[in-house]
């Protein structure tokens, strides 16, 4: 299973790599400079203030999470986890996830009175958070394409399908983790799953994150309508960014078109696994242009710019990666990749004996 796991995300690297360049060599090179030429600086000054809002909301909400179990880590550190998680998950074909092990992993490492368990609990926690207005987001965006755009018949059934998935995602996040007390706890002893070797080991760890989870969807009903707000400005200033970058390229987005512009870019990079969603963004940005009367050109244009953005996010994580030691131990991102076993790999010695 782990071989052709492997080689799944080998050909999916090597044919998003090859749509990538079959992408530079389809569209004029003076057509994509003349439209990446009309952003000036006061531009790139207000998109990247765009994302830094975006970043810091995100932040403040998981310091107001972690606050909540009587931990007090200071915003630059956490922003500064936060950047690390992102720069691995984006270089490595994680299909935007894997970064969570990372920052837990770093933040455990600076404040060892945290453990990783607890860590990695604040920050799926704060996944689950994101994942309300990101479904919310997504669903308009599957109406726009269902009830404004002319599909055939079986890609609106697709389209149909997804927003039935999306629609029970958000059911699933309010009946069993906002309505029920110990939601992990409770779905892994329904599917028995209690009798498996890695969820007996690590047992500890899910007790921590379903206390996590009762603390701050049960217990501070207040401080999880503060954190979904934030959650959802967030969201927002990220497409607002979308927006103002589409019309400085001189394409006049509606709002609901730089929403379903950024799910589009969010939802294929979080289920293709290839690094850097090489090729793959491009690729969908350039179909989304085209079927909204743009041009493919404009698309792929556009999200060469995201990509450039990114790029920085990324490098500002490497840095982080770098000065906190971590990409000295290759090792450490091996264990982190292992998920079966990540938890028992990473926690503190004191930590794992507790557990085990």
Known sequence: MKKISHILVTVLSLASVALFVFLIKKYPAEEILGLLSKVGLIHILILLGLTI??????????????????????FKDLLSYRLAGYSFSYLTPLADYGGEPVVAYLMNKDNPKLSFSKSFASVI???????????????????????????????NFIFYILLGIVTLLLLFIYYIILKKRHPLSKI?????????????????????????????????????????SLSFLALTSIISMFW?????????????????????????????????????????????????????????????????????????????????????????????????????????????????
């Open 125 to 155: 926690a704060s996944r689950i958070i994101s994942a309300i207005p990101e479904s919310f987001f997504l669903i308009i965006s599957i109406s726009y394409v269902l009830y404004f755009l002319v599909l055939p018949a079986k890609i």
């Open 244 to 356: 103002l970058l589409a019309r400085n390229l001189g394409i006049h987005l509606n709002f609901a078109e730089a929403i379903t512009a950024r799910s589009i870019t969010s939802v294929i990079g979080s289920l293709v696994p290839v690094p850097a969603n090489i090729g793959i963004g491009e690729g969908s940005e350039s179909a989304w242009f085209s079927a909204i009367g743009f041009g493919a050109a404009q698309g792929f244009g556009f999200y060469l710019l995201i990509r450039a953005k990114d790029i920085l996010i990324t490098t500002a994580g490497i840095i982080v990666l770098i000065n906190k030691g971590f990409l000295k131990n290759i090792n450490k991102i091996k264990e982190i990749l292992r998920e079966n076993n990540f938890l028992k790999n990473l926690l503190p010695k004191e930590d794992r004996e507790n557990n085990l």
């Open 53 to 74: 809002v975006y970043l810091s909301l995100y932040t403040i909400r998981w310091k107001r999470i972690l606050k909540l179990e009587g931990y007090d880590i200071s």
């Open 188 to 228: 892994i002893y329904f599917l028995k799953l209690d009798k498996l070797s890695f969820i007996k080991k690590n047992m500890s760890s899910i007790k921590n994150f379903d206390d996590l989870l009762n603390n701050l969807f049960h217990d501070h009903p207040k401080e999880l309508l503060i954190n979904v």
